[in-house]
């Protein structure tokens, strides 16, 4: 059964810091690639950013040099590290994983990030 469980969400002053974690389970991790996405009210869904598994990431614009997404195969974790957050930032998050040789996507159930004073 696969799953993929987010955590780390909540609610946090605007400059501030939050980390989310993924654990995922129930597929090779390793062979995935991994992703944030998020989808504030009102508005559709957007890629935050991308882990590949050949050791290379990607960012949405709206958050280089302040996101930073890792992942730990060992663990069959990614992280996403949210430093400098703006109100913008308020979303639910989402973990994504992405075979790319089979087109598989999985999703988790996502979490709530608000930065707000």
């Known amino acids: 059964q696969v799953q993929l469980v987010e955590s780390g969400g909540g609610l946090v002053q605007p400059g501030g810091s939050l980390t989310l974690s993924c654990a995922a389970s129930?597929?090779?991790?390793?062979?995935?690639?991994m992703s944030w996405y998020r989808q504030a009210p009102g508005k559709q869904r957007e890629l935050v950013a991308t882990?590949?598994?050949?050791?290379?990431?990607n960012y949405a614009d709206s958050v280089k040099g302040r996101f930073t997404i890792s992942r730990d195969n060992a663990k069959n974790t990614v992280y996403l590290q949210m430093n400098s957050l703006k109100s913008e930032d308020t979303a639910v998050y989402y973990c994504?994983?992405?075979?790319?040789?089979?087109?598989?996507?999985?999703w988790g159930q996502g979490t709530q990030v608000t930065v707000s004073s």
């Open positions: 994504n994983a992405y075979n790319v040789r089979t087109t598989t996507h999985y």
């Open positions: 129930g597929f090779s991790f390793s062979a995935y690639f």
């Open positions: 882990d590949t598994n050949i050791g290379t990431t």
